[in-house]
């Protein structure tokens, strides 16, 4: 067993694992029937210098970025916050309200969706966090169980009272062109510039600030953080408010800055590729953002492969999924020295 790793080790190896695992998944895309050829040109020059495909994945990764923050959030205070998805979904119903029932002047309207989408996802996460510190309730399955519950309340609000009546068409009213995220520039939206600040705000929290410090603490022993008079309780409560927050402003960056409204489906898959984004980027807000681009590139290509060579959205699921397992087994290299023992004549 190893006590310790160099860090450019440990990225060596890891570069390794996802290098392994890229092998392994343009394999099974030749296999599915892409050109072997067309693989570079797909994944590199299609989605990544071209400007309209690159826009996209910015596009696709600010909600990304976000919600792998929520995640690694979390998981750096051990709780493991499985409800990402409901999260989001308050986040975005809380944005939308103030948007529905017209709440303070149109110059306020959007920072005011985006608090009220904070505060949402914030409060969504903290009946978890209470039955977890108070009761010790397994936060797997109480925020589990809460997506499912958030996600029909969704359906009864689109479905309902929040309808549009325009079209009658499952999704609330449009939102109005001062409620919706701008752009930047050449197209670029805005939320990506907002993933951004987060994400530096997740680095100086985690990296420099006290706060950070504890949660280390936390992170490595929460018993001998609380016997060394750190405050375990408070520690936790904080990261994971500030999970279901971030959580709730990726849901906030979705409605206002792609979808325009409040959708039924548009928090799906973000949970486990929040999850997904948190694990390899082993809690670390900079390289969850870096992590994130890297997904959303291959969310987009995935949808490339869709189209020009009828590549199922499932074959893109499986090659995340290869990319978690060979990650994973990294980790086993990275906390065990392997030698060679000889045999000897007896």
Not at 260 to 265: E, H, M, P, V
Not at 286 to 300: K, N
Not at 315 to 323: D, G, K, R
Request: aromatic share 10%; charged share 10%; net charge positive.
């Amino acid at each position: 067993m190893r006590q310790h790793m160099a860090w450019h080790r440990q990225a060596l190896i890891l570069a390794a694992a996802i290098g392994v695992g890229l092998l392994i998944s343009a394999a099974i895309l030749v296999a599915a029937g892409v050109p072997a050829g067309e693989l570079t040109n797909e994944f590199i020059v299609q989605t990544l210098l071209d400007g309209q495909n690159f826009r996209a994945v910015l596009f696709q990764a600010a909600p990304m970025i976000l919600v792998g923050l929520a995640g690694a959030m979390a998981f750096r205070a051990r709780f493991w916050n499985l409800g990402l998805e409901g999260q989001m979904i308050w986040g975005a119903i809380g944005a939308t309200a103030i948007s529905f029932f017209e709440i303070g002047p149109p110059s306020l309207r959007l920072p005011l969706m985006f608090l009220a989408a904070l505060a949402a996802g914030a409060l969504w996460v903290l009946g978890p966090a209470l039955l977890k510190l108070r009761l010790g309730v397994n936060e797997i399955i109480s925020t589990l169980m809460l997506n499912y519950m958030a996600a029909n309340f969704l359906l009864h609000l689109v479905y309902g009272s929040w309808k549009d009546p325009k079209d009658n068409f499952p999704y609330s009213p449009q939102f109005r062109a001062f409620e919706r995220l701008p752009d930047l520039f050449s197209g670029v939206n805005s939320a990506i510039g907002l993933a951004a600040v987060v994400a530096l705000l997740g680095w100086w929290l985690v990296g420099v600030s006290r706060a950070g410090l504890y949660l280390r603490f936390v992170d490595a022993n929460p018993r001998m953080a609380q016997a060394a008079g750190v405050p375990v309780a408070r520690v936790i409560y904080g990261a994971v408010l500030l999970s279901g927050a971030m959580a709730g402003l990726a849901g906030f960056a979705v409605a206002a800055g792609q979808e325009g409204r409040l959708t039924q489906a548009f928090y799906q898959g973000y949970g486990f590729s929040g999850i997904l984004i948190a694990f390899l980027a082993r809690n670390n807000p900079l390289a969850a953002s870096v992590v994130a681009l890297m997904v959303a590139a291959l969310f987009v290509t995935g949808r490339s492969l869709q189209v020009f060579y009828q590549v199922p959205f499932s074959m893109v699921q499986l090659i995340q999924a290869v990319i978690v397992v060979c990650v994973a087994s990294s980790d086993f290299f990275i906390r065990h020295r392997l030698r060679r023992v000889g045999t000897g004549a007896a």
